[in-house]
Structure formats: C-alpha cells, structure tokens
C-alpha cells in the first residue's frame, strides 16, 4: 500500500454518482423527459438572443425514444467506464514504468499527477460547461483525456509520462463533471437517478477490471498499452457523441465567455487545493507532518480556501461555487451526509486491501477479488435505489435505511476475528456496501429538490469537489490512525522477532512493507499479523464514528416534492435573471427558450 497506490485509490471513484439541482418552492405537473431539454440561454452578443438548441427528434410533448437514450447512455457509460479504468488501469503496471523509464522518484507522481489535476480543476468544468453549453464541453474534456493518455503512451521519459497524467486528470475532471451535468440535464429529478445507476454500474466494472487489465497488458504486451487503450474507447465515445448527442448550444463567443470565467475564484480554489493535497500527499511520505514544508502547504493552503468562499460572497459575479446552493439547512445536511458517506466507504474501499494483505496474507491480485463484494453490492444498491425513487418519488427512508446498513457493516468488523473467516468478511463488505450505495444518490436529488435548474452545474461540480476532499481528509486520517497503533506496538514487535525486523514495521513503513511478512517464518508472521489487525481495528473504529456523523446530518434532510418534469438550466454568458410574478425563473431582457419535445411549465 505504497504510495502511489493511496493516490491512485483516492481517484478511483471520484467520477462516481453526482446528480444537480431542480426548482423548489412549487409542485410542477407532470411532463416529458427530453434528451434535449429546455435551456434558456442568452448570448453575449446583446439580451434576448435565443438558444442555439438542437433538436433531440422527440414527439412534442413526449417523452425521447428508447433508442435514442441508449444511444446517448451508452457513450455516457462508456466515458465513466474509461476514466475508471484509466485510474486502476496503471496500479499493477507502476513499477514497471518506473523501472522502464529509469526514474525512482517519479514512482508518487504517476498518481498524484492525475488526482492533483483532477481534484483542483473539478469546480472549474462546472462554470465552463454553464457558459459554453454541455455538447462543447464534454467533446473537449474527452479530447484532452485522450490527448493526455497519447502523451502518456508515448512518454520517453518519466518528466514527459508525468505531464501527460496531468493532461489526463484535466481532462477526466470535465468528464466525470459532465456525464453527470448532462443526464441531470437530460432526465427529470425523479428520473435521473435511475440512468445516474447505470454510470455507477459502469464505474464498478472499470474499477474491478482495472487491475487485471493492467497486469495482462503490462506481462504479455507493453506498460504503454495501458494508456494506447484509451484512444479507440475514447475515440468511439467522441464520435458518438459528436453526431448524436443533441443539446442546447448557447453559441458564446469565446472571448465573451473567458471574460464571464471567476479567473480570481479560479486561482484561489486551484491554489488551495493544490496546496492542501501536496500536504495530505507528502505527510509521513516525503517529509515528516511536523516539516515547515507540509505544515505551510497546510497553512496557506487553507487561507486561500478561505479567500476563495470570501471572493465567491463579495465579490464574484459568476461565482464557481454560488454560496446560495447553501442557504436551506436541508441542503448543508445533504452535502453533510454526501461527504461522510463517501468518506466512510471508500475509506473502507482503501483499506480492506491493506487488511487483506497484511492479515490474510493475500496477493495484490487476491486482495483486489477481496473487495468486489463490496463494489458489486454499492453499485446494484445505487441503480437499485435510483429506480425506486423513480417510482415512489421518496428518498428520505431509503437514506435512513442505508445509514443503518452502513453503520452496521462497518461495525461489525470490529469485531471480525484473527483468524481467516472469508464468508465473514464477504458478508460485511456487502453491508457496507449496501450502506454506502444506498447514500449516493438520495442525498443529491435532495440538494436538487431544493435549488434551481440554473444551479445544474454548479451543484455537480461543488458536489464532485467537496466529496474528492473528503475522501483524500478519509485516506490520510486513517493513515494516521493506522501509523501511531503500529508505533506504539512496535516495541513489542521488537521484543518478538528483534530490533532490525520490528523497525520495518515501525509506524511509516508499515504499509510500505506488507510483502516482507510473507518472507518471514511462521511464528513470527503470526505475530506481525496480530498488530496489523489491531491497528486497523481502530481504523473501523473510526469509520464507525463518522458513519455515526453522517447518520446525524441525515436528520437535518427534509423530504422534498421531486418534481417529474424536466427543467433545463440557463446557458450563456449572459445568465442573470430575474424572478417573474408567478415565479418562474426568466432572462433578463429575454423570455425563457425551450426546445421542440418539452412542455411550458408555466
């Protein structure tokens, strides 16, 4: 569990199910789901101008064919399917690159790269995708992914493989941000839920191939055909989408646009969020917690963080996070219950390996089989949940329910025994599983039920970026926690198996050093064994506490009407609006523009 395997890790369900907002404060009739639904938009050119829109070729008043979904569903799986595969795609293949390329010190940046980019930029593809229109954006995230995975696949050196991930995790931020903006926009908020459990299915089966995929490349070809697999899947992706996606297009001027972008907002968010995960990356790694390297990356980190929400209240006009999306206490505890619940199962998601390997004494490969009840049994309870909120429009119990399971599963590894109990194991990964793929998508449609069609974006992206913090806050706590039990046991370890064994276990070594127990004899494996499990004893411990929190915020939630009509957002560079005398959302100067297939809501 090196750690370019933490990074890694952390990244490898950050494209996981996020869904926006939808108009609260009134009941709408009921109306049809169209591909291409209503964008009110403006351009930049003058007031009034109406929406470059395409249309989706649904029957007015009806609901888009079948095939016509699938035919959008499929590219949008298909690029959530990617960038999950991109992520555990490189695990096995990591010290083959690094020896390949000559370069040891490259080994932490082939992951950090990527989720530094990713994770920094992720608010950002938000605002772009509001002012320049869903169809653009998506087409250029997905070429610059490809463009980074053909910078990867023929990098000469480490410096060059390095930039190219960087590339990559721009480009997966807009994708992963995107997919999601465009179902949301595309489905109503009781429907999307359903087609939001398909991209998570998608992602599970990216993630748990990932790895063999790698390892099969990596022995029979070459390391560099885990990046030359992107180009024909991402390809097709691009061209699907090009031709059969249909979408409003506001047509913003480019010029027009980059003078609407938050470029102070940007800066501020970006520097913090780089400085504050170089900290989490580098503590007890490159240099100790208490170094003036980590505790000012730490600092001024969180002072820019701090500037930013100051820029966003005071100053931004087209702020990237508008702080409104947190005016109802109902939605706080949504995003509160969003963040603790990613942050306790992937949490989990990261350490059962560690478990595996170290307790059980299982292989990389074995440890990965390990937790595929755990991503098989989130992902089925995700679409599962999406379809019943389809059909009964309720979310609240749900959320409760998977609380509970969460809450459970994780508990009831405390009291996992030493000894190996694999029908145990699988049992209470599928709990936690359950639990934790319950409480994906039943908290956003909250967020959605409250704000606005305008917010779409927004609430995609803040929400993608506050749940990319939690679980990089959820990995290094649990390091933490697991580091200071394996430094207090260490003395013990020394007294058993002597000085020059037990310091490889010491507190910072011990995830690093997992392979060396399978060398030692029996006797003293046992009891090297002993303290890796009572050292992540208390790292469940932990996860329990906080499933504990997110249950707490889940009785803030409130129940909210989820409307079955499909609203679109506002595009264009010119977004202000006024709110009408019935209290429908129009343009400033301009009437509100929908396309051929939908129904006025007013």
Request: glycine share 10%.
């Amino acid at each position: 569990m090196a750690t370019e395997t933490r990074t890694e890790t952390i990244t490898a369900l950050q494209s996981a199910v996020i869904t926006p907002s939808q108009p609260s404060g009134r009941d709408s009739n009921d109306g049809p789901v169209s591909m291409a639904p209503p964008v009110p938009s403006t351009q930049s050119g003058g007031k009034g101008s109406s929406s470059d829109g395409e249309d989706d070729g649904a029957p007015a008043g009806g609901k888009p064919s079948a095939a016509r979904t699938a035919l959008v569903m499929l590219p949008l799986c298909l690029s959530t399917l990617l960038s999950a595969l991109d992520i555990t795609i490189v695990i096995p293949a990591i010290p083959t690159i690094v020896a390949s390329l000559g370069s040891v010190a490259g080994y932490i940046w082939i992951g950090s790269a990527f989720i530094l980019a990713s994770t920094a930029t992720t608010p950002l593809w938000g605002t772009v995708a509001d002012i320049w229109g869903r169809k653009p954006v998506i087409l250029v995230a997905i070429a610059i992914f490809l463009g980074g995975s053909l910078l990867c696949a023929l990098a000469p050196s480490i410096d060059a493989l390095i930039a190219g991930r960087v590339v990559q995790g721009l480009g997966s931020a807009g994708m992963g941000t995107m997919v999601n903006v465009i179902i949301c926009d595309s489905f109503s908020v009781r429907d999307r839920g359903l087609y939001l459990g398909f991209t998570s299915l998608a992602h599970a089966l990216g993630s748990a191939i990932g790895p063999l995929v790698g390892g099969v490349l990596t022995e029979k070809a070459d390391w560099r055909w885990c990046f030359w697999i992107n180009l024909p899947i991402g390809g097709t992706v691009l061209v699907i989408l090009l031709f059969f996606l249909k979408v409003a297009n506001p047509g913003t001027p480019i010029v027009a646009g980059l003078k609407k972008i938050d470029w102070t907002g940007g800066a501020l968010v970006v520097g913090s969020v780089l400085m504050v995960l170089l900290a989490l990356d580098f503590g007890d790694v490159v240099f100790p917690w208490s170094s003036a390297t980590v505790i000012n990356l730490l600092v001024f980190g969180v002072i820019a963080g701090a500037l930013f929400f100051v820029n966003e209240w005071k100053f931004a006009k087209e702020p990237i996070i508008p702080l409104h999306l947190f005016s109802s206490k109902s939605a706080v505890a949504a995003y509160g219950v969003y963040v603790f619940n990613f942050y306790v199962f992937i949490g989990m998601l990261y350490y059962l390996p560690l478990y595996s390997q170290a307790v059980l004494g299982a292989n990389a490969l074995t440890s990965g089989i390990y937790i595929l009840p755990l991503i098989v049994a989130s992902s089925l309870a995700a679409a599962f949940v999406g379809f019943f909120i389809q059909k009964t429009g309720s979310y609240l119990g749900i959320m409760y329910i998977g609380q509970f399971l969460s809450i459970l599963g994780v508990g009831l590894f405390i009291y996992l025994p030493f000894e190996r109990s694999l029908a145990r194991l699988f049992i209470f990964e599928i709990l936690v599983g359950v639990g934790g793929g319950m409480n994906i998508e039943p908290p956003l449609i909250a967020v959605q039920a409250i704000n606005s069609a305008r917010d779409t974006a927004a609430v995609v992206s803040s929400m993608n970026f506050a749940r990319s913090i939690a679980i990089a806050i959820s990995i290094v706590v649990g390091g933490v926690i697991f580091q200071n039990e394996m430094t207090a046991a260490n003395p013990a370890l020394v007294t058993q198996i002597g000085a020059e064994l037990g310091r490889q276990f010491n507190g910072d070594q011990a995830t690093a050093k997992v392979e060396v127990i399978n060398e030692l004899p029996d006797q003293q494996q046992g009891v090297v064994r002993q303290a890796y499990f009572h050292s992540l004893r208390d790292v469940w411990i932990m996860y329990v506490a906080f499933a504990g929190l997110s249950l707490l915020f889940n009785v803030f939630v409130r129940a909210h009407h989820l409307s079955t009509e499909n609203k679109g957002a506002v595009l264009g560079a010119d977004r202000e609006k006024t709110v009408g005398t019935d209290g429908n959302v129009e343009l400033e100067g301009s009437r509100e523009q929908r396309l051929p297939g939908t129904r006025s809501t007013s």
